[in-house]
């Protein structure tokens, strides 16, 4: 080959890899097509020491393997939680006296061992549990004093132990439990003292809760 014609190929593979890369991938999003969700190993803790801090540690996060831990913060919203779709473990949202929603889980599908929400005394909705569709071990909603419905569990179907429903003053209805066909341990319905009716659980059966059916100590509930 002479000089001349070598210059002139290393000129032209020069331009085309310029152009879209010389023996390149002719697919640059094949790499991106094929990456699995950001994951998560272990447990993450968001509390009132670090409350920043433990939420920029895991607001990448796609699926948590671990559990989740939000208590005692000032947090309003979830907001950065918005990539999360599964954790493996335990998720608790507890006594998040500011918490007045949950829309930043919207992605959330499934729990894979309980799922406590608890005294958070301004949480007025679960709309942005409408993803969740499985949560694997126990279930508590309890002492939310100002939840009115739990409309925002319409798309769960299965609980793999305890449901339990108690102390949430403001409740008036179960409605948002109509797609729950199994509870694979007890069920309880305790002291919500505005609960009016249990129309709610009619996708339910004495044979599809696995344990026990306790409804109590709710003051107005007529039937």
């Known amino acids: 080959m002479s000089l001349a014609k070598f210059w002139m190929l290393l000129l032209a593979c020069l331009l085309i890899e310029a152009l879209v890369g010389c023996g390149g991938d002719d697919d640059p999003g094949d790499d991106d097509d094929s990456a699995g969700p950001i994951t998560c190993a272990g447990d993450y803790t968001v509390d009132s020491t670090n409350t920043v801090g433990g939420m920029a540690a895991i607001a990448d996060c796609e699926v948590i393997t671990g559990g989740l831990y939000i208590v005692g913060t000032s947090l309003t919203n979830l907001d950065g939680l ?5 954790v493996g473990g335990d998720m608790r949202i507890d006594e998040n006296n500011y918490l007045t929603h949950v829309i930043g889980l919207a992605l959330l599908v499934s729990v894979g061992d309980d799922l ?8 007025t909705t679960l ?3 409408a993803g ?15 939840l009115t419905d739990l409309d925002g569990l319409s798309n ?3 609980v793999g132990d305890d449901l339990r429903i108690q102390h949430n003053d403001s409740l008036t209805n179960l409605n948002g439990l109509s797609n729950l066909a199994s509870v694979d341990h007890d069920l309880h319905i305790k002291g919500n003292n505005f609960l009016t009716n249990l129309d709610g659980l009619a996708g339910l059966t004495l044979t ?3 344990g026990q059916l306790w409804i109590s100590d709710n003051a107005v509930l007529s039937n």
Do not use: A
């Not at 918005?82 to 599964?86: E, G, I, P």
């Open 208 to 210: 599809s809760v696995g």
């Open 116 to 123: 406590y929400i608890q005294g958070n005394r301004e949480l």
């Open 127 to 129: 709309d942005g549990l």
């Open 156 to 158: 769960l179907t299965s």
């Open 82 to 86: 918005s990539n999360l779709t599964s």
């Open 132 to 146: 969740l569709n499985l949560v694997g071990g126990r279930m508590r909603i309890g002492h939310n004093n100002s």
